[in-house]
T-cell receptor, first 111, second 112 residues
Framework: SQQGEEDPQALSIQEGENATMNCSYKTSINNLQWYRQNSGRGLVHLILIRSNEREKHSGRLRVTLDTSKKSSSLLITASRAADTASYFC???????????FGAGTRLFVKA | DAGITQSPRYKITETGRQVTLMCHQTWSHSYMFWYRQDLGHGLRLIYYSAAADITDKGEVSDGYVVSRSKTENFPLTLESATRSQTSVYFCASAGGSGNTIYFGEGSWLTVV
C-alpha cells in the first residue's frame, strides 16, 4: 500500500482562488515533499518540510505538517491557469531514503 | 547541464521479450530510483539504490531487475515483459538521503 494518500483526487477552481490539497501517511517520516507534474512530463520538486517543522512557505505555496495526525497540506494561493497539473506528496522514511509517492491530486484552474 | 536522461523514451515490445530501460545522470548523485506510473496509482517504487553496487527492492519489484555498476547509470530490465508492465517508467536521482529528487522525462513502454 502507498505511504502517502492525497485528497481530493481532483480539484477544479477558478483562477484567483486558493487550492488546498491534503496528504496522509502511515509511518514515521524523515521529511515530506510535494511535487508537481505537468501532463506527459516528469515530476518537479516544489517544497520539502522536515519532520520537526510545522509550516513552510515558498512563494505562493504554503505547506503544513502535523506529525501527530500523520498529515500534510499544500495550499496554493491566488491560483493561475498555469498551476493546472497533478500534485503529489512523497514521504521519506525515518533513517532511510526510500521515497514513496501518493496517487496525486489533479488540479484544474479555469481561466 | 544534461541532468538525468532516460532512453528509449518510447518503446513497444512483445510479451515475453526482455527490455532494458536506460537511465543516466550527470550530477554524481548517490541515490537513484525507478518508479512506474499508472493511471489511478500515482508513482510506485520499483527499485532504489544508495550507491554503486547497492540496490534494494521497492513496492513493485517482481519481474524487474536492476544493476548499478557505475554511479551515473541505473538500468532497469524487464526480464520477460508482460502486458501488466505497460506503463510510464520514471528514473530519478537525489544527492543525499531525504533530499530533493530529480526526475527524468519518462519512458513510455507498451507491451503487446
Amino acid at each position: 500500500s502507498q505511504q502517502g494518500e492525497e485528497d481530493p483526487q481532483a480539484l477544479s477552481i477558478q483562477e484567483g482562488e486558493n487550492a488546498t490539497m491534503n496528504c496522509s501517511y502511515k509511518t514515521s517520516i524523515n521529511n515530506l515533499q510535494w511535487y508537481r507534474q505537468n501532463s506527459g512530463r516528469g515530476l518537479v520538486h516544489l517544497i520539502l518540510i522536515r519532520s520537526n517543522e510545522r509550516e513552510k512557505h515558498s512563494g505562493r505555496l504554503r505547506v503544513t505538517l502535523d506529525t501527530s495526525k500523520k498529515s500534510s497540506s499544500l495550499l496554493i494561493t491566488a491560483s493561475r491557469a498555469a498551476d493546472t497539473a497533478s500534485y503529489f506528496c512523497a514521504t521519506v522514511n525515518t533513517g532511510g531514503f526510500k521515497t514513496i509517492f501518493g496517487a496525486g491530486t489533479r488540479l484544474f484552474v479555469k481561466a | 547541464d544534461a541532468g538525468i536522461t532516460q532512453s528509449p523514451r518510447y518503446k513497444i515490445t512483445e510479451t515475453g521479450r526482455q527490455v532494458t530501460l536506460m537511465c543516466h545522470q550527470t550530477w554524481s548523485h548517490s541515490y537513484m530510483f525507478w518508479y512506474r506510473q499508472d493511471l489511478g496509482h500515482g508513482l510506485r517504487l520499483i527499485y532504489y539504490s544508495a550507491a554503486a553496487d547497492i540496490t534494494d527492492k521497492g513496492e513493485v519489484s517482481d519481474g524487474y531487475v536492476v544493476s548499478r555498476s557505475k554511479t551515473e547509470n541505473f538500468p532497469l530490465t524487464l526480464e520477460s515483459a508482460t502486458r501488466s508492465q505497460t506503463s510510464v517508467y520514471f528514473c530519478a536521482s537525489a544527492g543525499g538521503s531525504g533530499n530533493t529528487i530529480y526526475f527524468g522525462e519518462g519512458s513510455w513502454l507498451t507491451v503487446v
